[in-house]
């Protein structure tokens, strides 16, 4: 066994936190996710810090919540001065290296300008080398199809978005389908970027492993991310008919009329961005429509879920399963049409809550911890388990004692995320709304009792959790609730001081005997 272990980061993009057959989901099919739980300990309650994927993986990366690394939609750069969990891992021996992405925005102060890394979203968190880039437009593995002898025109630069129509299909599909692609099930986005690991890993094979030199690699998968659409087997592996429906209100009025932002996405939302070419709103989707999408979606889960199978069988064939910390993990969710609505946004559970799996290199005690646990808490736990201290900034907590079967003397009684919903081009949500930039934010404080959403400029909300679990009653200017609306403004107001951007802030350099460094002690905060 390693002296140190392996580390291997695995996040999915988009993966709703209720979607893995063991916590008895009726649809999803994740044998291989379920079977790592089974060698490892299960999250159950665990949550995003902020949407959509640039924001959620600063979070992941530098375990800082939104507030203090103010990464606030895809193209805010991440500021040079927070180090993520791959820098402080390369300063005690390790070489990160990514296989996809992390969409993280490059800070401009630290390039010249001009330089074509400023124009994008897509940048690589610092600390990490690249092994193989894959964004959005996934070029190489479209080179990759090419070399297996698919069409040029359907793997056009100039069109990537070709790939997402039906096989054989000339025309594009006004509405949701579960048309399978031209690639087959061994030729997904995720079937290739796992061929990529393992092959670097038969590589490596060499001298690096001859020193019995630990690795570290982050895989970053797109999938399930949109656009909703997935080859066969996968495409009809659930029937649309033993689907149930979203959560939502009554009729769409009744749901555009709970909050001004829920009327401002319900109104602009477009299918397009889910389903390629299709054209409408989301919010005027018919039910048939919208329980095709969502077994397609179990169908991509499915898929990736396969993959990541394969990629286990592989570490147990070559010995590295044993010695290896796994983490298993989303960037943020997928609302799948609760509450007229999909993609990442606002406040509602489906967004923010997602999966964690942890396979320790040693045998857990527990398989299933239902302690609240957040995003912020993956960076300080992959950091503390490979000998390296967590930056005093970092606002997460490491999970370890959770992963020995014990539990921490005092944890968090709440989880707290934000969603920024300027559109810092277009100005459209300031016209909208009526808000100022800076204003376009809300803050969630969610206990097992209420959530209380906080927004600058707008109206708050407040549901009551145990009478309404999902989410469609407001009570912030409910009479019997003033009391408890005031207090969670307080607990929330007292979280965001708590967790202020503490960098410096624990040293004393005038206490006695010499400059004094205390280490964070936030208890249940």
């Known amino acids: 066994m390693t ?51 640039s924001p959620g993986r600063a979070s992941l990366l530098t375990g800082l919540y939104q507030m203090n690394h103010r990464v606030l939609r895809n193209g ?20 990160p290296l990514l296989f996809g992405y992390t969409d993280q925005s490059v800070d401009p102060r630290t390039v010249a300008p001009g330089n074509p890394r400023i124009c994008s979203y897509e940048g690589i968190a610092p600390g990490f080398a690249v092994h193989t880039p894959l964004g959005e437009d ?40 579960a048309e399978p692609p031209a690639f087959g099930a061994e030729e997904t986005e995720t079937a290739f970027l796992t061929e990529r690991v393992i092959h670097h890993l038969r590589a490596r094979d060499g001298a690096a492993a001859r020193t019995g030199a630990p690795w570290f690699l982050h895989v970053s998968h797109l999938r399930p991310h949109p656009p909703f659409v997935v080859p066969a ?21 009744a749901q555009a009329a709970v909050h001004p932002f829920q009327r401002y996405a319900m109104e602009r939302l477009a299918l397009s961005s889910f389903v390629y070419e299709a ?22 889960i499915a898929e990736v879920d396969a993959q990541i199978g394969r990629l286990v069988a592989f570490l147990k064939e070559r010995g590295d399963y044993d010695d290896t910390l796994i983490v298993v993990t989303s960037d943020h ?53 490979i000998g390296a201290a967590p930056s005093p900034a970092m606002n997460g907590r490491s999970l370890l004692p959770f992963l020995k079967g014990g539990m921490p003397d005092v944890w968090r009684n709440a989880v707290h995320w934000e969603y920024d919903f300027r559109e810092t081009a277009s100005g459209e949500a300031e016209r909208a709304l009526g808000l100022p930039l800076d204003a376009c934010q809300c803050a969630v404080l ?71 460094h205390r280490a964070p002690d936030r208890g249940q905060w």
């Not at 406040?347 to 957040?374: C, F, N, Q, S």
């Not at 927004?455 to 009551?464: A, H, V, Y």
Request: charged share 25%.
């Open 3 to 53: 002296l140190r272990p392996n580390v291997l980061l695995i996040t999915v993009d988009q993966f709703r936190g209720d979607c893995l057959s063991t916590l008895g989901h009726p649809n999803v099919r994740t044998p291989h996710l379920d079977a790592l739980a089974g060698d490892g300990v299960l999250f159950t309650d665990h949550w995003a810090q902020c949407a959509p994927c």
């Open 76 to 95: 805010t750069p991440l500021d040079s001065r927070h180090p993520t969990v791959a820098n402080q891992a390369r300063a005690v021996g390790y070489d």
């Open 138 to 177: 996934g070029a190489l593995w479209r080179r990759w199809l090419a070399a297996r002898g698919h069409a040029p025109a359907l793997l056009s630069d100039d069109e990537p978005q070709r790939i997402w129509r039906p096989a054989g299909g000339d025309l594009p599909p006004q509405r949701p389908h």
């Open 233 to 253: 087997p996968y495409n009809t592996m659930v029937a649309p008919g033993e689907v149930a429906l979203p959560v939502r209100a009554e009729s769409r009025e």
């Open 279 to 300: 054209a409408g709103l989301v919010a005027d989707l018919d039910d048939d429509a919208v329980r095709t999408i969502r077994a397609v979606y179990y169908g991509m």
């Open 333 to 385: 969710g997928e609302l799948l049409g609760d509450h007229y609505l999909f993609g990442k946004l606002g406040w509602y559970d489906g967004a923010y809550r997602i999966p964690l799996i942890v396979k320790p290199p040693h045998p857990p005690i527990l398989g299933r911890i239902d302690a609240m646990t957040e995003a912020v808490d993956v960076a300080p736990t992959i950091l503390q388990a």
């Open 446 to 516: 969610r206990d097992d009792r209420y959530k209380y959403v906080h927004f600058s400029g707008l109206p708050s909300l407040l549901f009551d959790l145990d009478r309404d679990p999902h989410e469609l009653d407001d009570r912030a200017d409910d009479e019997d609730y003033r009391d408890i609306r005031a207090l969670y403004a307080e607990r929330m107001l007292s979280w965001r001081a708590v967790h202020q951007d503490r960098t410096l802030t624990g040293w004393d350099l005038t206490a006695p005997g010499g400059p004094l």
